[in-house]
């Protein structure tokens, strides 16, 4: 998952109060713990860990909860058996209300035990923190789903809306199994829902410590790798000619550094900068107004544009990422490559990025689409039956903070459940520092406080939600 809420500043006022760690004196608060501490010591790097062990692990704790073994559904395939998830349905006492779903991934970036200060792989509570690879990315949400809805079982009263649980895993490898999609895929009816709630959201502390922002993710780019390909005969490095593969590909990178995609809005992101605007004033909030009414408006993109998180939200972009190119120190390159990585704007096609990219390479460069080619993204809407609960128990849980509704300039799997016609919401909840808490990076942490605050307001949305 790749977060944008770090490039929030001027769209928020910095309200709120200090975290610190409180103990942990709720029993139910120390059975979440017993959770999170057993999927974040369960190594879900794939290709070296199990996301089945930890999937297998949390259906044992449902079934033990009360979930009958037709209410819990383990899968994975024979060619990917590591890579598995689970699905878990709670029955509502209505049947004219449709479900919601609670989605989250297992897998974790890999984690060097040479390059951390402590284990990646145990959590490790120090200095009012939880470390650990996973510690947010995303085993703090998917241990907050499966505990919640634990809870709600446990409860004995039904929710009026049923309510499903997929954990999946492959969302942090491009080439691996990815069972978000292989869900929505060949299992749609086991996950349908009217909605599902999800990662891509949360909150910004400031460098003291205080909440300054939520955000609620409406939206996401979609991420697609292309091939620039430049071939040439080569011949004797001594005897050099007009035509070269390393010059050719390096003039169509240049091109792609050049140039800007046209700028678009959708209803998050014109939200999202309208708030900017008042909160930034001065010449950047004037730039953002004059953009807003008139997109074509070059100086005032100019103007907005030096903040990178801006420009990005602004258009789709795409970027030179992988360079490779020669066989020999003596001899005129045969072939030179690069990877372009895009990030594609809701509504904007793989295609349709193709073809602008084969124009910005000229004739001598092959252009082609790298697999996996994810789905077009497509935007929600800023429903108010989900954006009002959650900006309103904001309110009560964090008051003060204001709440952006937010596209994220990365992606998520959420992709593949909105493909087939299920709208997904990065929620608010969980507070990190403006670093991103190394997600990651080195060093993955999440504030003490900051975890148990997030869970308890996830679990009254929940319940707001499900009625």
Sequence with gaps: MTRTITGLATAAVALASATAAP?????????????????????????????????????TRLKAAGYADGDVTLFSTPDHPQDGGVVAVLRGSDPAAKPMLLLGHIDVVAAKRED????????????????????????????????????????????????????????????????AEWLAKTKPDLIAA???????????????????????????????????????????????????????LADSVKAVQGYEFPI????????????????????????????????NDKAADAIVSRDKTFHSTLRTTCVATLLSAGHAENALPQRATANINCRIFPGETVDGTLATLQKLAGAKVKVTANQPVRPTAIPPTLDPKIVGPATTLAAKYFPGTPVVPLMSTGATDGIFFEAIGIPVYGV?????????????????????????????YLYDLVKTYAG
């Design 116 to 179: 951390w200060v402590r284990d990646p792989f145990k959590l490790i509570e120090e200095g009012g923190y939880y470390y650990g690879r996973g510690t947010v990315d995303d085993k703090a949400m998917a241990a907050v789903w499966a505990d919640t809805m634990i809870r709600l079982k446990q409860a004995g009263k039904p929710p009026r809306r049923t309510i499903k649980l997929a954990l999946t895993c492959g969302e942090e490898t491009t080439y691996a199994f990815n069972g």
């Design 23 to 59: 103990a942990q004196t709720r029993p139910d608060q120390r059975a979440f713990f017993d959770l999170y501490k057993q999927l974040v010591e369960t190594n879900t790097v794939v290709g070296v860990g199990s996301c089945t062990q930890a999937a297998t692990q949390i259906a």
């Design 428 to 456: 608010p909840g969980m507070f990190i520092e403006k670093d991103g808490g190394g997600i990651h990076g080195l060093n993955e942490r999440i504030g003490v406080k900051s975890l148990y605050e997030g869970r308890d």
């Design 194 to 248: 009217e909605f599902a709630l999800n990662e891509g959201g949360g909150g910004r502390l400031t460098a003291d410590g205080k909440r300054e922002v939520l955000a609620i993710q409406v939206g996401e780019k979609a991420a697609q790798n292309y091939t620039f390909l430049a071939t040439n005969p080569g011949g004797h490095s001594s005897q050099p000619v007009p035509d070269n593969a390393i010059y050719e």
């Design 264 to 295: 678009r809005f959708t209803d998050t992101t014109r939200a999202f900068f309208t708030a900017a605007a008042k909160q930034a004033g001065g010449e950047t909030g004037a730039a953002i107004t004059r953009l807003l009414a008139n997109p």
